[in-house]
């Protein structure tokens, strides 16, 4: 009657004890692929035929071409050194300060000028803060005030609220305009600053340059050392290429000489035999055989507990 729910059962305990048992095969199959197409041997014999032939290499290519790079490196921070130096010579230092005093003035100017509207706006805060302090005290009064009474919105002779208002708003008005005129100030305090130091930067520069001329340099001078430089790096650029190629024809005539190649093809051949070996692994065949024999092994097992159900 329960057979049905007996089976269910199984199939589920099968099914969780197949994934250690998996796991199992995959470790063995991979190491089995492993030893099967190891290439190891091939590798270490290709290691000892080319070993004195690479010796050559080192002292006869790879050392040579490696004091040209460094002499190429050399010449190249002489070149480089050469163009910043023609670079401060050609430089137009009277236009280049002209310009940066230009800038200088006019931020200047317009320093001053904000300072003239920032002092402008704090009268302006004063002179409302006044009236409108004024207004007060006059509004407790009993002549020309209201003595403390409520005061009408509009009056042609005497106190009223109107006033009031519009000095409050001239007082906030200004209080705004001070904070933009701080700002305004910041800013333009920034630029003066920075057309400061363009301005001494180009001094420095213009300095340079007469250190420079004093040193015995001229744009005639440092062209010719760019002009000699640059021919030289062409001419370790062609030896370095040379002497690459030479290399390359070495390694060939002596890979093909001592079998090389038909190594490495032994070897491609046998990676590629063990890709395939570890792919063969989870085609379907393979996974019903596995699951198969787990689980007649299991059953096997449950009829005899000697039998270990997960091998």
């Known amino acids: 009657m329960f057979k049905w729910l007996t089976s269910r059962i199984d199939n589920a305990r099968i099914a969780f004890a197949y994934v250690g048992y998996e796991r199992e095969c995959k470790q063995q199959w991979m190491a089995e692929a492993e030893s099967t197409f190891s290439t ?3 590798e270490q014999e290709i290691k000892t035929r080319m070993a004195e032939p690479m010796n050559h290499v080192a002292q006869a290519f790879d050392a040579p071409i490696r004091e040209l790079e460094a002499k190429r490196e050399n010449v190249r921070q002489v070149v480089s050194e050469a163009e910043e130096k023609l670079a401060i010579l050609e430089r137009d230092y009277k236009s280049e300060l002209d310009a940066a005093y230009k800038t200088l003035n006019e931020t200047r100017e317009q320093l001053n000028e904000c300072r003239r509207k920032l002092s402008s706006a704090y009268d302006d805060l004063a002179d409302a803060k006044r009236k409108l302090d004024a207004w007060y005290a006059r509004a407790e009064r009993k002549w020309f005030g209201n003595a403390g009474k409520e005061l009408p919105k509009h009056s042609f002779f005497g106190q009223d609220l109107s006033d009031r208002d519009r000095y409050k708003s001239e007082r906030d008005s200004a209080a705004r305009a ?13 630029r003066l600053a920075d057309a400061r130091a363009t301005v001494q930067r180009i001094k420095n520069a213009r300095q340079v340059m007469i250190d420079l001329k004093k040193a015995g340099f001229d744009k005639r001078i440092v062209t010719s050392v760019i002009g000699n ?3 030289e790096l062409r001419a370790i650029k062609n030896e370095i290429a040379g002497l690459t190629k ?3 024809d070495f390694v060939h ?5 001592l079998g090389i190649y038909e190594l490495e093809q032994r070897i491609g051949q046998l990676r590629r035999g063990k890709d395939e070996r570890i792919a063969a692994f989870d085609s379907g065949p393979e996974v019903a055989a596995r699951k198969a024999k787990h689980r007649a092994a299991w059953l096997a097992a449950r009829r005899s507990p000697k039998i270990n159900p997960s091998r």
């Open 40 to 42: 190891v041997q091939l």
């Open 178 to 190: 001070i904070g933009e005129y701080k700002d305004e100030r910041s800013r333009i305090e920034r």
């Open 229 to 231: 430089g640059n021919s």
């Open 246 to 248: 030479a290399r390359e």
């Open 253 to 257: 005539q002596a890979e093909v000489s």
